[in-house]
């Protein structure tokens, strides 16, 4: 294998499901490029906001998800396989913590405006971004929370709400979800997907083109 292996994903900060592919990646990472230490890879995130018309005060998270899934039973048997898929990544997650739905618009603004700090602070930042609502149950639609975000992953001061990227998280055509993993060679995931899975796909997209066209 040579040349480089780049991979975007398309995520939100409201999707449980992406903080659990974020860590089967990572995992799926580790392994190759254990066994292929010579092609270097990067990671690219892409904003999706699932809610973008939600207030920018937030929604009642409790209240969203009974609204959505019609009864509390039914919220507490979606919680319980979503934990499921997180123990089985590492993941812990604390849905009674979160009081808000948020619009997370100008959390994707702040993850643009890290880019220039490289990729791993991008990831920092995201990872964080992820921790203060999933375990913090911080409202990570409020400036404030995104400023002491800014402020701890080395961004410059500034406005964090959302208006300097107009265009953050519009759904485009092709991803039908999040979290969505796109490689080269027209190699795609959906979903949050296992380690294995994920390293398969990235030892397609980095082979020789046509390697793997009769499978």
């Not at 860590?23 to 580790?30: I, K, P, Q, V, Y």
């Not at 190759?32 to 939600?54: A, C, K, M, N």
């Not at 490689?183 to 380690?195: D, E, H, I, N, Y």
Request: glycine share 8%; aromatic share 8%.
């Amino acid at each position: 294998m040579s040349g480089m292996l780049s991979i975007e994903v398309y995520f939100d900060f409201i999707c449980p499901w992406c903080l659990i592919g974020k860590r089967n990646l990572e995992r799926a990472l580790a392994t190759f490029r254990g066994q292929h230490p010579g092609t270097p890879v990067r990671i690219d995130w892409r904003p999706y906001e699932l809610l973008p018309s939600t207030p920018r005060q937030g929604i009642p998270y409790q209240h969203f998800y009974l609204q959505r899934l019609g009864s509390a039973l039914a919220v507490e048997a979606r919680r319980a396989q979503v934990r499921s898929a997180a123990d089985a990544a590492g993941v812990q997650l604390d849905f009674e913590k979160i009081q808000l739905m948020p619009n997370t618009r100008a959390a994707h603004a702040l993850v643009e405006q890290a880019r220039g700090l490289g990729e791993t602070a991008v990831a920092a930042l995201i990872e964080d971004a992820f921790s203060a609502y999933f375990q913090r149950g911080e409202d990570i639609g409020d400036p404030a929370t995104l400023t002491r975000l800014a402020d701890t992953h080395g961004l410059p001061p500034g406005r964090h709400d959302g208006d300097a990227l107009p265009s953050a998280g519009s759904p485009t055509a092709f991803v039908p979800g999040v979290p969505y993993f796109v490689f080269p060679q027209r190699v795609a995931l959906s979903g949050a997907q296992p380690p294995e899975t994920l390293l398969r796909a990235m030892i397609r997209a980095a082979a020789p083109a046509g390697e793997f066209a009769a499978s």
